[in-house]
């Protein structure tokens, strides 16, 4: 039986933090790519330390894209994120650009041909999940911590709080009764700052914003607020730690509360069912609670390379459903053509709209009317109170 009261913890990065400028370069190739042909695929891998950007990975595109326009997004990528220092800078770090053309034998996998279907991008289990917890039907802890650093770098990029460097960490304790939120019992901050500021003082900077993003008297007590408790915190980003692609994809997803399949999503083309297909169970799931069918929800699918049709379909609802699981799989197949094909179709996914997915989350985001976040619309929530 499932405990309905504890302690539990997530974390969220900035898009400034090493991992994540390397996510943001990734996907924002991944826009290029699909800006010029939406048909393009890319697996794009990204690497950041000290002064260095290197690419490498596959890419095959019907338009032609030189290495001048790769390395000028890129750039602008860093720019926008905000590094002007002398260990990371947008202009002046070393770039290396290792893509190349895609394996014509992972093409002949996934390619449609004849009386055969686009087939998955490679094999692999994908999740999705919702809860009612929190109005984007995320869970509580992941939600908050996107929001602090959200808000963080809102005022350092409009210049209302110059103090903030693109770096920085947080995490959200919270104290669950009956299995709903009840109060957070801690929270910590890690944030690169400028020279010359002491732990004290950016512990005043960021209470503020703490304050703002939770919820009324929900503010821990002060020994459990925690602001880079280590101390000094300038030197940072891919300066201060080395960054790789896909290395926060718990960030990326539910905080931990829910299972990963493995795989990351950024730097990815949506025939990759890594990603097209985390964020397919995401929207079946969220439809699901959305429709008050259960008060949580656990999708999982799987693939096989070169397959089109789904090996698996299983959902759990955590015994808060109203509706039978086996009866709700069926209604879902009926629903939702999960086929690499049906996915990026009904979700429309083959558009430039991921750079602004690598960071604060790929759920619990608003959908926009240029399709980015198409997989949190909850337009299948009456046609499944219908099936059931």
């Given at each position: 039986?499932?405990?309905s009261?504890?302690i539990?913890?997530?974390?969220?990065?900035s898009?400034?933090?090493?991992d994540?400028?390397c996510?943001?370069?990734s996907?924002?190739?991944?826009?290029?790519?699909?800006?010029?042909?939406?048909?393009?695929?890319?697996?794009?891998?990204?690497?950041?330390?000290?002064?260095?950007?290197v690419?490498?990975?596959?890419v095959r595109?019907?338009?032609e894209?030189d290495d001048?326009?790769i390395?000028?997004a890129?750039?602008?990528?860093v720019?926008?994120i905000?590094?002007?220092?002398?260990?990371?800078?947008?202009?002046?770090?070393?770039?290396?650009?290792?893509?190349?053309?895609?394996?014509?034998?992972?093409?002949?996998?996934v390619?449609?041909?004849?009386d055969?279907d686009?087939?998955a991008?490679?094999?692999?289990?994908?999740?999705?999940y919702?809860?009612?917890e929190t109005p984007?039907?995320?869970?509580?802890?992941i939600?908050?911590?996107h929001?602090i650093?959200?808000?963080?770098?809102e005022?350092?990029?409009s210049?209302a709080?110059?103090?903030?460097?693109?770096d920085?960490?947080?995490q959200?304790?919270?104290?669950?009764e009956?299995?709903v939120?009840a109060g957070?019992?801690?929270?910590?901050?890690s944030?690169?700052?400028?020279?010359?500021l002491?732990?004290a003082?950016i512990?005043e900077?960021?209470r503020?914003?703490v304050?703002?993003?939770?919820?009324?008297?929900?503010?821990?007590?002060?020994?459990?607020?925690?602001v880079?408790?280590?101390g000094t915190?300038?030197?940072?980003?891919?300066?201060?730690?080395?960054?790789?692609?896909?290395?926060?994809?718990i960030?990326?997803?539910?905080?931990?509360?829910?299972?990963?399949?493995?795989?990351?999503?950024?730097?990815k083309?949506?025939?990759?069912?890594?990603?097209?297909?985390?964020?397919?169970?995401?929207?079946l799931?969220?439809?699901?609670?959305a429709?008050?069918l259960a008060?949580?929800c656990?999708?999982?699918?799987?693939y096989?390379i070169?397959?089109?049709?789904?090996?698996?379909?299983?959902?759990d609802?955590?015994g808060?459903g109203?509706?039978?699981e086996?009866?709700?799989?069926?209604?879902?197949r009926?629903?939702?053509n999960l086929?690499?094909r049906?996915i990026r179709?009904?979700?429309?996914l083959n558009?430039?709209i991921?750079?602004?997915?690598?960071?604060?989350?790929?759920?619990?985001?608003?959908p926009?009317?240029?399709?980015a976040?198409?997989w949190e619309?909850?337009?299948?929530?009456?046609?499944?109170?219908?099936?059931?």
């Open positions: 039986m499932s405990r009261s504890y539990f913890t997530s974390e969220s990065v898009e400034g933090h090493p994540k400028v996510d943001r370069i996907d924002t190739i991944v826009d290029l790519f699909l800006g010029k042909d939406p048909e393009a695929r890319v697996a794009c891998e990204t690497l950041t330390t000290t002064n260095q950007i690419l490498a990975g596959e595109c019907a338009a894209i001048g326009e390395e000028a890129a750039r602008e990528a720019r926008d905000g590094y002007e220092q002398d260990g990371f800078h947008w202009q002046t770090a070393n770039l290396q650009n290792f893509l190349h053309e895609q394996s014509v034998h992972i093409a002949q996998g390619d449609a041909s004849g055969k686009e087939g991008g490679d094999q692999g289990i994908m999740f999705g919702a809860s009612d984007q039907l995320m869970p509580a802890p939600t908050y911590s929001q650093l959200k808000r963080m770098a005022l350092r990029k210049g709080r110059p103090e903030f460097e693109p920085a960490k947080s959200v304790t919270m104290r669950y009956n299995g939120p957070v019992t801690s929270v910590v901050v944030t690169q700052h400028k020279d010359g002491t732990q003082d512990r900077l960021v503020p914003v304050a703002e993003v939770l919820p009324e008297g929900w503010f821990p007590p002060e020994d459990e607020f925690y880079n408790p280590t915190f300038v030197i940072g980003g891919p300066d201060g730690d080395a960054g790789l692609t896909g290395r926060k994809i960030v990326d997803t539910y905080g931990g509360a829910a299972p990963h399949g493995g795989g990351a999503f950024s730097g083309d949506p025939t990759k069912v890594d990603r097209s297909a985390a964020y397919a169970c995401r929207w799931a969220k439809n699901v609670v429709a008050e008060k949580r656990t999708i999982q699918v799987s096989a070169g397959v089109s049709k789904p090996l698996s379909l299983y959902v609802l955590h808060t109203r509706v039978d086996a009866k709700l799989e069926n209604a879902l009926q629903l939702a086929s690499p049906g179709e009904r979700l429309q558009k430039p991921y750079a602004r997915t690598a960071a604060y989350g790929h759920f619990g985001r608003t926009t009317d240029d399709g976040f198409s619309r909850t337009d299948l929530a009456d046609e499944l109170r219908s099936l059931l």
